[in-house]
């Protein structure tokens, strides 16, 4: 599976973005995607997941409220929608996709990656 991530940008705290992560490849609907994030000298974070059959959906506390993760299998693409956003979210969000077992927390729980795309929340 290969994953491209894209709607990231510079946005005003309080504002919102819709971040898109869509797959090349194998469906998506056999995996559970998931959401992380990388702000500068931090280690990469876990921001939400979504199970392959989509009844199950976790998100970090920080960002509970706040954001959204979807599916589209049909599309082969998952969003997350950020809204209230605040300066601590800069960072560069990642897609991921992994086993549809356990829905996982931590990136050792994924295979694949898309590449990144940049958020920037200005106070």
């Known amino acids: 599976v290969q994953l491209q991530a894209s709607g990231g940008g510079l946005v005003q705290a309080g504002g919102s973005l819709r971040l898109s992560c869509a797959a090349s490849?194998?469906?998506?609907?056999?995996?559970?995607m998931g959401w992380f994030r990388q702000a500068p000298g931090k280690e990469r974070e876990f921001v939400a997941a979504?199970?392959?059959?989509?009844?199950?959906?976790k998100y970090h506390d920080s960002v509970k409220g706040r954001f959204t993760i979807s599916r589209d299998n049909a599309k082969n693409t998952v969003y997350l929608q950020m809204d209230s956003l605040k300066p601590e979210d800069t960072a560069v969000y990642y897609c991921?996709?992994?086993?549809?077992?356990?829905?996982?927390?931590?990136?050792?729980?994924?295979?694949?990656w898309g590449q990144g795309t940049l958020v920037t929340v200005s106070s």
């Open positions: 490849g194998p469906t998506i609907s056999s995996y559970k």
């Open positions: 991921a996709a992994g086993d549809p077992i356990f829905l996982a927390t931590q990136p050792r729980g994924y295979w694949y």
């Open positions: 979504i199970s392959a059959s989509n009844n199950n959906i």
